[in-house]
């Protein structure tokens, strides 16, 4: 009895104290972006981290109240965790009432024995067998625990670190996977109000568990995302709305002004487009 009241009253802050910065937000961009439709089977991406709990706890609460139909799969993907991690998950999973489904790979052992980027590797490989896994139980959809500060620090990443301008888009569909979509319902959510929810509620969830972060006192690797977290946090002092122009630099995007660019794989630079312009403005003239 006493868990099930401590799950309620966890699942009530969602709704309740952390409306605005939660609930509100995760609806919007479900509705804005049209994330969960009518027949969807979605299978929920948990890794164990504070992210993809609230994300299971969010859909849950969507399948309750929403008038749309769609199903829902709790899945999680054992890579090769230590005992005790994943212990936490499925206590963490019990306390919060989400019927787990977990099956296992051998990530970690092939992204430790990769030469360079295993964190890289580590992340398609991860992504990969989700996708398989949802298949094989009939879902068309993953839903994955990305939210707006994971959107906003790829978006530096990539010019700083890759050298090109890209973003972390609410949905896409896997080349590798026919017809099945990835989405992200927590696109408009913000960590900080992530951990707000987490403390409120007294919840300890996996960070990052694999054997790289394992040999850190902070249980953190510093990594590239690392370092533009701080960088934000540290514009963030004298410019308080950093972050929101960063997110909706990805929404103004002046196509005529960039040196060249890529869509659907089809490369448009600079001059051939700046000829084109000139000949149109030379049919006006005339």
């Given amino acids: 009895m006493a868990e099930l009241d401590r799950r309620g009253q966890i699942e009530r802050a969602i709704i309740t104290s952390c409306r605005k910065g939660i609930w509100g937000r995760f609806v919007k961009g479900v509705k804005e972006y049209a994330l969960v439709e009518e027949g969807d089977r979605i299978a929920v991406c948990i890794s164990g981290g504070k992210d993809s709990m609230l994300l299971a706890k969010c859909m849950q609460e969507l399948h309750r109240h929403s008038d749309v139909r769609f199903d829902l799969h709790f899945l999680t993907m054992d890579p090769g965790y230590?005992?005790?991690?994943?212990?936490?998950?499925?206590?963490?999973?019990?306390?919060?009432?989400?019927?787990?489904?977990?099956?296992?790979?051998?990530?970690?052992?092939?992204?430790?024995?990769?030469?360079?980027?295993?964190?890289?590797?580590?992340?398609?490989?991860?992504?990969?067998?989700?996708?398989?896994?949802?298949?094989?139980?009939?879902?068309?959809?993953?839903?994955?625990?990305?939210?707006?500060?994971?959107?906003?620090?790829?978006?530096?990443?990539?010019?700083?670190?890759?050298?090109?301008?890209?973003?972390?888009?609410?949905?896409?569909?896997?080349?590798?996977?026919?017809?099945?979509?990835?989405?992200?319902?927590?696109?408009?959510?913000?960590?900080?109000?992530?951990?707000?929810?987490?403390?409120?509620?007294?919840?300890?969830?996996?960070?990052?568990?694999?054997?790289?972060?394992?040999?850190?006192?902070?249980?953190?690797?510093?990594?590239?995302?690392?370092?533009?977290?701080?960088?934000?946090?540290?514009l963030k002092e004298t410019n308080p709305n950093v972050d929101i122009n960063i997110f909706r630099s990805a929404y103004n995007v002046h196509v005529d002004t960039l040196i060249e660019y890529d869509s659907c794989g089809v490369r448009h630079p600079f001059l051939e487009r700046y000829a084109r312009k000139g000949e149109q403005s030379a049919g006006k003239r005339d």
């Fill in 82 to 234: 230590a005992p005790e991690n994943r212990a936490l998950i499925e206590e963490n999973a019990q306390l919060l009432g989400i019927p787990l489904h977990i099956f296992r790979s051998e990530v970690f052992d092939a992204a430790f024995a990769a030469p360079k980027n295993p964190c890289y590797l580590c992340a398609r490989m991860r992504r990969g067998y989700l996708y398989e896994e949802a298949q094989r139980l009939g879902c068309n959809k993953i839903a994955l625990g990305h939210h707006f500060d994971d959107v906003i620090e790829t978006i530096l990443m990539g010019m700083l670190y890759g050298a090109q301008m890209q973003s972390m888009p609410p949905k896409l569909w896997s080349t590798n996977h026919p017809g099945m979509q990835l989405i992200r319902p927590l696109y408009y959510v913000h960590e900080q109000d992530i951990l707000r929810w987490q403390e409120r509620c007294s919840l300890r969830f996996l960070r990052c568990a694999c054997r790289f972060t394992e040999r850190t006192a902070s249980g953190e690797q510093d990594s590239k995302r690392l370092e533009v977290k701080r960088l934000i946090a540290a």
